[in-house]
Nanobody, 127 residues
């Protein structure tokens, strides 16, 4: 059984930092591309950041320069370092995995392109 389990969410103040983690198990994700999405209250799930098998990264404009996506542990652990948080970052954050090693940036942002999802972790940023 494939599992993606997020952790690290919480309630913080604007300007604070948080680090999210996503532990993967059940299969090898060595050649998978990985990503973070988020779903603000009342909105659709939206792309945050992705990291390809090659290590190349891609970010949504809204988080560029503030968030950093990374991998560790033979690519099974995915992280998202979030700095300078703002109230607009409030959302449930999901990690995802896609069975392709490379894709154009536009594809990376599409929810339907990902094969596996975690259950989500809540991030709330107060003003």
């Amino acid at each position: 059984q494939v599992l993606l389990v997020e952790s690290g969410g919480g309630l913080v103040q604007a300007g604070d930092s948080l680090r999210l983690s996503c532990a993967a198990s059940g299969r090898s994700f060595t050649r998978f591309s990985r990503a973070w999405f988020r779903q603000p209250p009342g909105q659709e799930r939206q792309f945050v950041a992705a990291i390809l098998w090659s290590g190349d990264t891609y970010y949504a404009d809204s988080v560029k320069g503030r968030f950093t996506i990374s991998r560790a542990d033979a690519k099974s652990t995915l992280s998202l370092q979030m700095n300078s948080l703002i109230p607009e970052d409030t959302a449930v954050y999901y990690c995802a995995a896609a069975n392709f090693q490379w894709a154009p940036n536009l594809v990376l942002t599409k929810v339907e392109k990902y094969d596996y999802w975690g259950q989500g972790t809540q991030v709330t940023v107060s003003s």
